[in-house]
């Protein structure tokens, strides 16, 4: 969480919303991404994503970000078979966090998949 944290730093020196995102899958760092703003999917779960495909696959990687997923990286990580989700911070409105959290139970159906907070 604290490479995620760092992410978000970065952000924000780049007057971005803060939010940083990393993979990791055993102790290697398979990618790390922060929002930027040239892109409307530019998010930082969506870029680590990205970044990471090109390297590896993610069924038995982790991903930590400093904010929950909006609904469309909530899909996308459960798209990307992700093992594991970590997040530090829940501001969502309630309705819009439910949203999320049934992607993944869904996603749970199918993936041995886990959320922490």
Do not use: W
């Amino acid at each position: 969480m604290e490479l995620a944290i760092e992410q978000a730093k970065l952000a924000q020196k780049d007057d971005e919303v803060p939010i940083g995102a990393v993979i990791v899958s055993g102790s290697n760092v398979v990618s790390s991404a922060h929002n930027i703003s040239n892109d409307p999917t530019a998010h930082a779960e969506m870029l680590a994503i990205r970044q990471a495909f090109s390297t590896s696959t993610l069924c038995d990687a982790e991903m930590y970000v400093t904010l929950e997923p909006c609904p469309m990286c909530a899909q996308a990580i459960s798209f990307a078979r992700i093992k594991r989700l970590y997040f530090g911070l829940i501001i969502q409105k309630v309705e819009e966090l439910k949203m999320v959290l049934r992607y993944f139970n869904f996603a749970a159906i199918y993936l041995k998949f886990m959320v922490g907070y």
